[in-house]
């Protein structure tokens, strides 16, 4: 069974741009959860989705956003980059829609902003 | 608010020793799920197990045995005969729930520790 997938692996981007990363969770999930490791800050959550909808959302700017789509595939979209945004945004997955079932990983996207 | 605290920043032992790492947490909620996962210098982070804050049984899975205990908060993991290959970073993650069981979705992890197993 595949697991967590996510593209790109590596993105560099410059402060002020816009970034776009996306994440296909394990067959038979629905929901999608968004987290960032940043050095120094730990891993920090940041979204969660279920069915389309945004279900919860961490202690982070309004530039920091998502989506969901029909296939339950993910988007999270970061505008006017920071330099602080630099960190690895880790994806995960998991069945149902109540939010305790465990999360599954997936390889995460490195954004480096200069 | 919920915080999960891991003391031991670094750990490093020599093959076959035991190790024990800790993981203590605070949360308000009656009904919560404990968690550990393993990150490989790799970067993805790999499920070890869940705890149901109701389940205060002790598991163990080959070299790896956890042991919860809700009287101090804690849910420490060990690894038995530890091996080159459990140099990782590892994480221990609470999830709280309302009284029905539906958490918010939100995992929040304690700090990590790196364990490093010398040959």
């Known amino acids: 069974e595949a697991g967590v997938t996510q593209s790109p692996t590596h993105l560099i981007k410059t402060r002020g741009q816009q970034a776009t990363l996306r994440c296909s969770p394990i067959?038979?999930?629905?929901?999608v959860y968004w987290y960032q490791q940043a050095l120094g800050l730990g891993l920090q959550f940041l979204l969660w989705?279920?069915?389309?909808?945004?279900?919860n959302r961490g202690n982070f700017p309004p530039r920091f956003s998502g989506r969901q789509f029909p296939n339950y595939s993910s988007e999270l979209n970061v505008n006017a980059l920071e330099l602080e945004d630099s960190a690895l945004y880790l994806c995960?997955?998991?069945?149902?829609?109540?939010?305790?079932?465990?999360?599954?990983f997936g390889p995460g996207t490195r954004l480096l902003v200069l | 608010a919920q915080k999960v605290t891991q003391a031991q920043t670094e750990i490093s032992v020599v093959e076959k020793e035991d190790v024990t790492l800790d993981c203590v947490y605070e949360t308000r909620d009656t009904t919560y799920y404990l968690f550990w996962y393993k990150q490989p210098p790799s970067g993805e982070l790999v499920f070890l197990i869940r705890r149901n804050s109701f389940d205060e049984q002790n598991e163990i899975s080959g070299r790896y045995s956890w042991n919860f205990q809700k009287s101090t908060s804690s849910f420490n993991f060990t690894i038995t005969a530890s091996q080159v290959v459990d140099s990782a970073v590892y994480f221990c993650?609470?999830?709280?729930?309302?009284?029905?069981?539906?958490?918010?979705?939100?995992?929040?992890f304690g700090q990590g520790t790196i364990l490093t197993v010398h040959p």
């Open positions: 067959s038979g999930h629905t929901s």
């Open positions: 995960a997955s998991s069945v149902g829609q109540w939010g305790q079932e465990t999360q599954y």
């Open positions: 989705y279920d069915e389309g909808e945004e279900r």
């Open positions: 993650a609470l999830s709280e729930a309302n009284a029905g069981g539906t958490s918010y979705g939100k995992l929040t």
